[in-house]
């Protein structure tokens, strides 16, 4: 009985992570894919998910596990930029719609709610 609740908050856990579609999406509009995409955002955005350092801490306090690699790090992994963006729409997305996730990465956790990441959204839409 406890390992099938263990496989069940584990099922849980995982559907309430972003689809790969939608990190695709969102990693094509921050960079179109491309490795060596210039810092962002007046030097503050890092990586092909174009990543701020308190994004990155909020990320890190949801996942301890991540803090090991560091901030430099989303410049030059996306594997491990990937898994900070999960951690942090994991974090402030629970129960949230693509369009919501895509807000909140744009926007902070309050991002779903701003008018201002209302057209961010329609890029990553049209990415999707």
């Known amino acids: 009985m406890k390992y099938l609740l263990i496989l069940i908050a584990?099922?849980?856990t995982a559907l309430?992570?972003?689809s790969?579609?939608?990190l695709d999406a969102?990693?094509?509009?921050e960079?179109?894919?491309d490795p060596n995409v210039?810092?962002?955002d007046g030097g503050k955005a890092i990586g092909q998910y174009q990543i701020w350092y308190a994004y990155w801490l909020d990320a890190?306090?949801?996942?301890p596990s991540l803090k090991a690699r560091g901030y430099a790090a989303c410049r030059t992994d996306e594997a491990y930029a990937r898994k900070v963006v999960i951690a942090y729409l994991t974090r402030y997305g629970k129960g949230?719609?693509?369009?919501?996730?895509a807000r909140i990465h744009n926007g902070g956790p309050s991002g779903h709610r701003k008018s201002s990441t209302l057209k961010y959204w329609k890029k990553v839409q049209n990415e999707l």
């Not at 890190?60 to 996942?63: C, F, Q």
């Not at 949230?96 to 996730?101: A, G, I, N, S």
């Open 96 to 101: 949230k719609t693509d369009e919501q996730l």
């Open 38 to 40: 210039p810092d962002g």
């Open 10 to 12: 584990s099922a849980s």
């Open 20 to 22: 790969t579609k939608l």
């Open 16 to 18: 309430a992570q972003p």
């Open 60 to 63: 890190v306090a949801y996942d």
């Open 31 to 33: 960079s179109q894919n």
């Open 26 to 29: 969102i990693r094509t509009v």
